[in-house]
């Protein structure tokens, strides 16, 4: 007699589909559950609920997915809910029924290099002028001139949550919206979820932070793409080797016919001249989606190539103080199917449909964003990156009263003698106001933070 399956693993099995409402493959699901155990009984666990009726199988074989079941549940491709969700165009209303349809039914396709060589920055555009007018009205903030990235230093902290979330998401993560705040605020990772995901997220992080603070020198440049990607890949491929790197190996695209490059010399040549167009491509919003559109055809890296396009598609946002693109609500299996459409068809319009919706949604939560916090003190601004420097320096040496306000005077000595008395008073204020839930933003650990509240406290 075979034994019971513990209800305890049957709903965290149940947990993690839901996390999916278009479906999650068994690897997926097994990635949801930290891998523990071995597959054939993850295997055997999933069928038991599909022959109770608590999940539905869609597909067979490798297309196989698991969902909940539902009203409309059936062996049907995923509903078209996010068709009411995103207005599509004719072309992509075009473009979403044949790649919805089973891998088998649709034609294999290799890398065009014409796709890449037919677009002439300037003079070819992905999209048209009435969007591009209309994108840079609502993306462009009422700020005044200011140096390349500081609207995005103004929302970093949201930024940060809001990029790494939706990023991720959109690569099957299964973190919650407060799990990632956690995440980032506190090190402290969720429960029952695979330490991947944490690291996916930690590394959306670190890459949106050196997009933002380097706004003035990342371009569209193999040092700014090649960093992007070891930040992004970080501990995440099976060859560390290849973080950072240009692919030396052939790869495969999950549920798609599409075949990239194999020839590392033909990878590197078209890698630069993606690269040499995009960087000469002079309206920010056609840059950001060529980017979206180009670099993951080419599939220049070994993995994490679609999170390089996404944060690579807010460089040029970043540099012109332009509301950046955070993918917010974007729905996940219509993005999938949106790049598919450019893998096997070169077609751009079903993924030019999510990029549109997407923005106008973004910069209207940064609108909101922005008023929510007021206008930003210009010293604070000025000097953001030395009070971050300080205010960390007090809290990692462990200084008690006494040495912290030396310390930050001798500090101040290094900026204009105008400027000293308020980044003293400043920086103090900012050392007294330090809690449990405000010192992430100084990039403090946890327990950093212990020891010197510990020497604070006993007022050394």
Not at 39 to 56: E, K, P
Not at 127 to 135: A, C, E, F, N, S
Not at 285 to 301: D, G, I, S
């Amino acid at each position: 007699m075979a034994r019971p399956i513990p209800d305890r693993d049957l709903a965290a099995i149940l947990d993690a589909v839901a996390r999916h409402p278009e479906g999650a493959s068994a690897r997926r699901i097994e990635e949801a559950l930290g891998g523990e155990g071995p597959r054939r009984t993850l295997q055997y666990r999933l069928r038991s609920l599909v022959d109770d009726g608590r999940l539905d199988l869609i597909g067979a074989g490798q297309a196989a997915r698991y969902r909940l079941p539902g009203p409309n549940a059936s062996a049907a491709p995923p509903s078209d809910e996010t068709t009411n969700i995103v207005p599509l165009s004719a072309g992509g209303e075009e473009v979403r029924p044949y790649v919805r349809q089973p891998v088998e039914a649709r034609r294999p396709a290799g890398y065009d290099r014409a796709f890449l060589d037919r677009y002439r920055p300037n003079e070819t555009f992905y999209l048209g002028q009435v969007d591009r007018d209309r994108l840079s009205t609502i993306g462009r903030p009422q700020i005044e001139a200011a140096p390349a990235g500081t609207y995005a230093k103004q929302i970093l902290s949201r930024l940060l949550i809001d990029l790494a979330w939706n990023s991720s998401r959109l690569e099957g993560n299964t973190y919650s919206l407060l799990d990632t705040r956690r995440l980032l605020d506190f090190g402290e990772e969720a429960e029952g979820r695979a330490h991947r995901e944490a690291q996916m997220i930690l590394n959306h992080k670190d890459a949106i932070e050196f997009l933002v603070a380097t706004a003035d020198e990342i371009g569209f440049n193999r040092h700014t793409i090649l960093n992007l990607h070891a930040l992004l890949a970080n501990n995440l491929l099976p060859d560390p080797s290849a973080v950072g790197r240009l692919r030396h190996i052939a790869v495969g695209i999950e549920r798609s016919t599409f075949h990239p490059l194999e020839v590392p010399q033909l990878i590197a040549e078209c890698f630069d001249q993606l690269l040499a167009t995009a960087a000469a491509i002079e309206d920010p919003f056609e840059q950001a989606f060529f980017v979206m559109v180009q670099l993951p055809y080419l599939q220049p890296f070994d993995d994490v190539n679609k999170r390089v396009s996404r944060l690579a598609a807010n460089i040029p946002l970043i540099k012109a103080n332009l509301s950046p693109l955070s993918f917010t609500d974007v729905p996940g299996d219509l993005y999938s199917q949106a790049t598919l459409g450019v893998y096997e068809l070169n077609r751009v319009d079903l993924l030019r449909d999510v990029f549109l919706w997407a923005y106008e949604r973004s910069a209207a939560r940064y609108v909101a964003v922005r008023q929510s916090l007021g206008e930003p003190d210009p010293f604070r601004l000025k000097y953001r990156d030395a009070l971050r420097e300080v205010v960390g320096e007090v809290v990692r040496g462990a200084m008690g009263r006494k040495a912290a306000s030396p310390h930050i005077r001798d500090r101040a000595a290094a900026i204009p003698a105008t400027d000293q008395e308020k980044f003293v008073e400043i920086a103090e204020t900012e050392v007294l106001g330090l809690h449990d839930g405000n010192f992430a933003r100084y990039q403090i650990r946890p327990a950093e933070f212990a020891a010197w509240r510990m020497a604070w406290e006993a007022g050394r």
